[in-house]
């Protein structure tokens, strides 16, 4: 059974940063994603990240977001820099296998002032 936990979500003024963290069913031999969902919108892709580290970003938070992982931890991570009210969203981690896809259950990030 494929179990995903995001955590690190809250509320954050714009400029700010938050690091999202994934655990949970984390093995290195497989890829990994952030996407997010907006109030109204369909879900996105943010990052990507796989077996071999190689990453791929949304143009919207290219310079902004890195995606990493630790194997050891069995951790996904998104670090969040220069955080905009756009990217205000439900944050998922995700996986992939056999075609399957697999989510958590999300982490509310709010960019207000």
């Known amino acids: 059974q494929v179990q995903l936990v995001e955590s690190g979500g809250g509320l954050v003024q714009p400029g700010g940063s938050l690091r999202l963290s994934c655990g949970g069913s984390i093995f290195s031999i497989y890829g990994y994603g952030w996407y997010r969902q907006a109030p109204g919108k369909q879900r996105e892709l943010v990052a990507t990240?796989?077996?071999?580290?190689?990453?791929n970003y949304a143009d919207s938070v290219k310079g902004r977001f890195t995606i990493s992982r630790d194997n050891t931890k069995k951790m996904v991570y998104l670090q969040m820099n220069s955080l905009k009210p756009e990217d205000t969203a439900v944050y998922y981690c995700?996986?992939?296998?056999?075609?399957?896809?697999?989510w958590g259950q999300g982490t509310q990030v709010t960019v207000s002032s």
């Open positions: 995700n996986t992939r296998r056999e075609n399957n896809d697999y």
């Open positions: 990240i796989t077996s071999g580290k190689v990453t």
